[in-house]
């Protein structure tokens, strides 16, 4: 791997390198999102760049398949079920009211701003809810938890509501923050 001053050397396992089949004349790129990073060349062949797409792609299945085990499907949340559509896993989701919401996004709490300034709860905050059925009284406040399902990439919540998997179970895993791979 090149090594110029104005970058920190990273030492890789000379074992990796072989397999991958990296050398000490590439010059390596950093790929770096939140929660991940990718080593590539930064030059590549046709086929070098086919192997790479497929091993992400690859990663990006396996990865699916185990947040999608560890939500599990959805037995219409334990609801009533009235039978229709069970061999159609796209169905499942659609037909539990928990995880449709969840999908529609319609369980959101809309505050009007002026409301919120006043409670001194910024405008884009995650908000809960309570209700007292005993005094008709419904409280809002601001979530503790940093994310939920709400920050999930609409393309990877397809992905999950199309095989069935319950998007309830996924909210609350999220929620949660569990170690839920490589446990
Ligand atoms: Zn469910
Ligand atoms: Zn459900």
């Known amino acids: 791997m090149k090594n110029n001053k104005t970058q920190p050397e990273i030492l890789l396992p000379e074992r990796a390198c072989e397999l991958c089949g990296f050398d000490s004349g590439d010059a390596l790129e950093l790929h770096v999102g939140e929660d991940v990073l990718v080593i590539l060349k930064n030059q590549m062949t046709a086929m070098e760049l086919i192997h790479v797409i497929s091993m992400i792609s690859e990663m990006s299945t396996d990865l699916t398949v185990a947040l999608a085990k560890a939500c599990g499907r959805c037995n219409n949340c334990d609801d009533e079920d009235d039978g229709t559509g069970q061999n159609d896993p796209a169905k499942w989701v659609e037909r539990c009211s928990l995880c449709g919401d969840l999908l529609d996004g319609s369980q959101n709490i809309q505050i009007p701003g002026y409301l919120l300034e ?20 419904i ?43 490589g446990k």
Request: hydrophobic fraction near 40%; aromatic fraction near 4%.
């Open 118 to 137: 006043e409670a001194g709860i910024s405008s884009g905050a995650k908000l809960e809810a309570s209700a007292d059925r005993d005094i008709g009284k």
């Open 139 to 181: 409280t809002v406040t601001e979530a503790e938890n940093q994310y939920d399902i709400s920050d999930v990439p609409p393309g990877i919540l397809n992905v999950l509501a199309q095989s069935g998997i319950c998007l309830a179970e996924l909210d609350e895993l999220i929620m949660a923050e569990d170690i839920i791979y």
